[in-house]
């Protein structure tokens, strides 16, 4: 009996071919080659009710630009759900969404099947929303031309945490924001380039000193780049220590730089 995909993800949108190219590569290309995950580019024209295949239209109430219609994607959901051995979990891309954070995509690895609807234009008539999403996610606070490449950086951050598809499951757990912290920098041979050396730690073997030290710049570079991450982060005990010697280190070399 065929093996059935960990993951079932079907994109809506008018430019399948872009979908569909970068799904062939990286990340993406392996989960499904390995089976865990399923992508499907689905063509939303396939949906419209005309002979010319519209999937916009002009707003009610006037104003610049167009608005994708709601029966392309009324019919394309309840058809994908119709064939569905499970409800889908619908997705519209908008920046009008909640901005997508770490654990969303932990919580959307374990769903069995996602719809993501890409919308065009000024974005999507109002009772797409009302009546077919499940939840609406943004992947920052600016504007772009369409919901493809918010989809595909949606999926790539999703795919890589279902289960198999990497091939060393640490390098998922330990990357950035997977638990609220910036990760620690990282150095590879040689041990020396044009004058820059790598820690001696690194280069120590010993796992303990090592860990600790990661850990330490893990929350030094967050403390630096992103303090907002650490009023959410759950630190111990030993974590509030080692964040206080980066600050007194900081303010040290704070007070050498005045002097």
Not at 33 to 58: E, M, P, Q, W
Not at 86 to 115: A, K, M, N, W
Request: some cysteine; proline content about 5%; hydrophobic content about 40%.
């Amino acid at each position: 009996m065929e093996e059935l995909p960990l993951l079932r993800c079907d994109i809506l949108t008018i430019f399948p071919e872009m979908v569909a190219h970068a799904a062939r590569f990286g990340v993406l290309r392996r989960a499904q080659d390995s089976g865990k995950v399923s992508l499907r580019a689905i063509n939303l024209r396939d949906f419209a009710v005309d002979r010319h295949r519209t999937t916009d239209d002009y707003p009610y109430g006037g104003g610049a630009g167009m608005v994708m219609k709601p029966e392309p994607f009324f019919r394309a959901v309840r058809a994908i759900a119709a064939q569905a051995k499970e409800t889908p979990r619908v997705i519209l891309l908008t920046p009008q969404g909640r901005t997508l954070r770490q654990r969303d995509c932990e919580r959307l690895s374990l769903e069995r099947h996602l719809v993501l609807l890409c919308g065009r234009y000024k974005g999507v008539d109002e009772r797409v929303r009302t009546a077919l999403v499940d939840e609406e996610i943004s992947v920052g606070d600016y504007v772009l031309s369409g919901g493809e490449l918010p989809a595909l950086i949606l999926l790539d951050a999703v795919v890589r945490l279902v289960p198999g598809v990497l091939s060393d499951a640490e390098s998922a757990l330990g990357d950035s924001f997977s638990e609220e912290l910036l990760d620690a920098p990282y150095f590879t041979r040689p041990a020396c380039y044009e004058g820059w050396e790598v820690p001696e730690t690194l280069r120590s073997g010993n796992p303990r000193r090592i860990a600790r030290w990661r850990r330490r710049e893990a929350l030094r570079r967050t403390w630096l780049r992103r303090p907002d991450l650490l009023e959410r982060a759950a630190l111990g005990e030993e974590d509030l220590q080692l964040l206080q010697e980066v600050r007194e280190e900081h303010e040290r070399a704070l007070q050498r730089s005045l002097f």
